[in-house]
T-cell receptor, first 109, second 112 residues
Framework: SQQGEEDPQALSIQEGENATMNCSYKTSINNLQWYRQNSGRGLVHLILIRSNEREKHSGRLRVTLDTSKKSSSLLITASRAADTASYFCATGLDDKIIFGKGTRLHILP | DAGITQSPRHKVTETGTPVTLRCHQTENHRYMYWYRQDPGHGLRLIHYSYGVKDTDKGEVSDGYSVSRSKTEDFLLTLESATSSQTSVYFC???????????FGPGTRLTVT
């Protein structure tokens, strides 16, 4: 399976700190994506990084991809209460993407 | 929510009854997907469609069927619902198979 596995499963940090989540996967991919899910809602696409890219930024988000290690990280800088959510990595290949089980991020006031 | 609606949003049904969930999009995207989300399992792909009348199975397709007779509608049918199909079901759309997906609000299905 090309399913990504996020680490840690849960993370609590103080507001204003940076949050880092990691994703490892098993097979070759076209791209890797990160999504956010607020409680009871559908997933929202955050960022996509292609297999030939190493780093990508979007606002307070920074994503890295190391295809030799089959791993990715998502960094959220200067966290806010609104960042409290579950974050999923998803690997894309052959007409579909496969989601990991997610990291639950809780931002403490 | 990217022009995606799901109906119904909540449903309680009894074991053995047929259930159809509907996903409707106004974006004219080619790809449509059905996922289920369960605690400890993340999102798992049930079926997907890459065009009208073109569908394929995902990793958890047993007990489910789909149909896509129009670009805008993708139906998921549980022919005979079981308690193990109690879950939250999400529909998603995409312009390309491996690129960003846009999700609907979900359908919470309870099979008693």
């Amino acid at each position: 399976s090309q399913q990504g596995e996020e680490d840690p499963q849960a993370l609590s940090i103080q507001e204003g700190e940076n949050a880092t989540m990691n994703c490892s996967y098993k097979t070759s991919i076209n791209n890797l994506q990160w999504y956010r899910q607020n409680s009871g809602r559908g997933l929202v696409h955050l960022i996509l990084i292609r297999s030939n890219e190493r780093e990508k930024h979007s606002g307070r988000l920074r994503v890295t991809l190391d295809t030799s290690k089959k791993s990715s990280s998502l960094l959220i800088t200067a966290s806010r209460a609104a960042d409290t959510a579950s974050y999923f990595c998803a690997t894309g290949l052959d007409d579909k993407i496969i989601f990991g089980k997610g990291t639950r991020l809780h931002i403490l006031p | 929510d990217a022009g995606i609606t799901q109906s119904p949003r909540h449903k309680v049904t009894e074991t053995g009854t047929p259930v159809t969930l509907r996903c409707h999009q106004t974006e004219n995207h080619r790809y449509m997907y059905w996922y289920r989300q369960d605690p400890g399992h993340g999102l798992r792909l049930i079926h997907y469609s890459y065009g009208v009348k073109d569908t394929d199975k995902g990793e958890v397709s047993d007990g489910y069927s789909v149909s896509r007779s129009k670009t805008e509608d993708f139906l998921l049918t549980l022919e005979s619902a079981t308690s193990s199909q109690t879950s939250v079901y999400f529909c998603a759309i995409s312009t390309s198979g491996t690129y960003e997906q846009y999700f609907g609000p979900g359908t919470r299905l309870t099979v008693t």
